[in-house]
């Protein structure tokens, strides 16, 4: 660790004060005082009384004045040099909140779950192993949302995750929107570092863009998209005549392999959590492109050290004015003969 001066040029203020010696004194107008026989013996007697204060009140304000220079010019204690992990790579979420998410066909240790919460907990564990890697989140129904932009802070991601509900973005499926949402914060990331996910349970029924398009438009700028189709097909029922089985969904699989290809991504297929877990589980060992190594020193600020004893010395050389003129005699009166 060492200390380092954010603006050390201020350290040419020290000598400031010393510009007060080299101004003219002022005339003195005062009218000529009347000079009694004891003038002599009271002047004597004051100055060995403030003598002594009046050298603690210098000495204190040459202290306070170079504390308070010292902290203007901001001291900081720096860290040692922690290495961060980068991959590299830049990867968007983009989750589909339409109202057929809510459907419960997901099982996950014998208890059935809607579409939604299977892949908050699943995805959830897949953002917070994704170290090294910045992390976006969309969410799309009748059109797409950006609810956080690509970061570092996975807890963030995966908070906004958590808050995220059914309808809020409508009920319909905006595929092609969320893929050209996603190529928009994306186009700016390092080229070949650029994965889009895209999880949906549904067909492409709103929005202003072709999801097949979009995924050309997607090749050209080198997203990377992984799509994954959600829903078992099925869901169980239980009815007075036993457990019915009932279709659900309307999964466009046919789209969402074409989007992958276009892109030189691939397509899954999660029929239950436990495969959606090993979905991601599998996108999470996807190496990155390129490894780089951010840097960082930790920087704690000082200035409120020095700036404390500065406020300090002045109360101290005002406490010492203050006991001066106590401890000055008032004046004797005269009497006339």
């Known amino acids: 660790m060492t200390i380092e001066f954010a603006w050390p040029w201020l350290l040419a203020a020290l000598p400031l004060p010393l510009l007060a010696l080299l101004l003219p004194r002022a005339a003195s107008t005062a009218p000529a005082a009347l000079r009694f026989p004891f003038y002599g013996a009271l002047q004597a007697n004051l100055q060995g009384h403030t003598g002594q204060r009046s050298r603690l009140r210098m000495v204190l304000a040459v202290l306070a004045w170079l504390t308070l220079v010292l902290a203007a010019t901001r001291p ?43 892949v908050k907990l699943v995805a959830g564990k897949f953002i917070q192993q994704r170290k090294g890697d910045r992390l976006g989140l969309i969410l799309f129904g009748d059109q797409a949302y950006l609810q956080a932009p690509l970061t570092f802070d996975r807890s963030t991601v995966r908070t906004l995750l958590d808050e995220a ?67 078992s097909g099925e869901m169980q029922i239980q009815t007075p005549f036993g457990v019915q089985r009932m279709a659900t969904g309307d999964l466009d699989e046919n789209s969402l392999k074409a989007i992958a290809s276009k892109t030189d991504g691939r397509y899954f297929r999660a029929r239950d959590a436990a495969r959606l877990a090993k979905i991601y589980a599998l996108l999470d060992r996807i190496e990155p492109v390129s490894k780089d190594e951010q840097t960082w020193r930790p920087v704690d600020e000082l200035y409120f050290w020095p700036l ?14 203050a006991f001066s003129w106590r401890a000055i005699p008032a004046p004797a009166e005269v009497h006339h003969a």
């Not at 099982?107 to 939604?116: A, D, E, K, M, P």
């Open 165 to 231: 509900q059914i309808g809020l973005a409508g009920k319909r499926t905006a595929i092609g929107d969320a893929i050209g949402l996603s190529i928009k914060r994306l186009r700016k990331e390092p080229a070949r570092n650029r994965v889009l996910i895209l999880l949906t349970d549904g067909t492409n029924t709103a929005g202003n863009v072709d999801p097949l398009k979009a995924a050309d438009l997607a090749a050209r700028e080198g997203v990377h998209i992984y799509t994954i189709g959600i829903g």
């Open 308 to 321: 404390s004893a500065a406020l300090l010395l002045s109360v101290l050389i005002a406490l010492s004015t």
């Open 76 to 118: 900081q204690l720096i860290g040692e040099t922690v290495h961060l992990p980068v991959s590299g790579r830049s990867l968007m979420l983009a989750v589909d909140i339409s109202g057929s998410m809510q459907t419960e066909d997901m099982q996950i240790n014998g208890h059935q779950l809607s579409r939604l919460t299977a």
